[in-house]
């Protein structure tokens, strides 16, 4: 089970800090990676972290602007959010690695465990 949280109201322009833990596994066997879901839309990879954490990939819309990290000691993975926009509000969601590909093909169907989210808006 994965729990995520961090999420909150911020204005245009500030920052966030998504933090993504675990319980009942250990987190740092398995590529994590974080997607987000604005109303309407379908659900959009934004991030995955590798198991050593030297594979980052990142979509293209947060390059730059969006930083993830893991936390092994703490079973955790962080998605530190800075220049927010308002077409970051979105729930985040953390999942880990279901097929054993790690970030090589970021796309939800091969990622599990899913949390609840957390609703990040972002809004002046």
């Known amino acids: 089970q994965l729990v995520e949280s961090g999420g909150g109201l911020v204005q245009p322009g500030g920052s966030l800090r998504l933090s993504c833990t675990a319980s009942?596994?250990?987190?740092?066997?398995?590529?994590i990676a974080w997607f987000r879901q604005a109303p309407g839309k379908e659900r959009e990879e934004v991030s995955c972290?590798?198991?050593?954490?030297?594979?980052?990939p990142y979509a293209d819309s947060v390059k730059g602007r969006f930083t993830i990290s893991r936390d092994n000691a703490n079973n955790a993975v962080y998605l530190q959010m800075n220049n927010l926009k308002p077409d970051d509000t979105a729930v985040y969601y953390c999942?880990?690695?279901?097929?054993?590909?790690?970030?090589?093909?970021?796309?939800?169907?091969?990622?599990?465990?899913w949390g609840q989210g957390t609703q990040v808006t972002v809004s002046s």
């Open positions: 009942g596994f250990t987190l740092a066997y398995y590529a």
């Open positions: 999942a880990r690695d279901a097929r054993g590909l790690g970030c090589t093909i970021l796309q939800s169907r091969n990622f599990g465990s």
């Open positions: 972290i590798s198991v050593g954490g030297t594979k980052t």
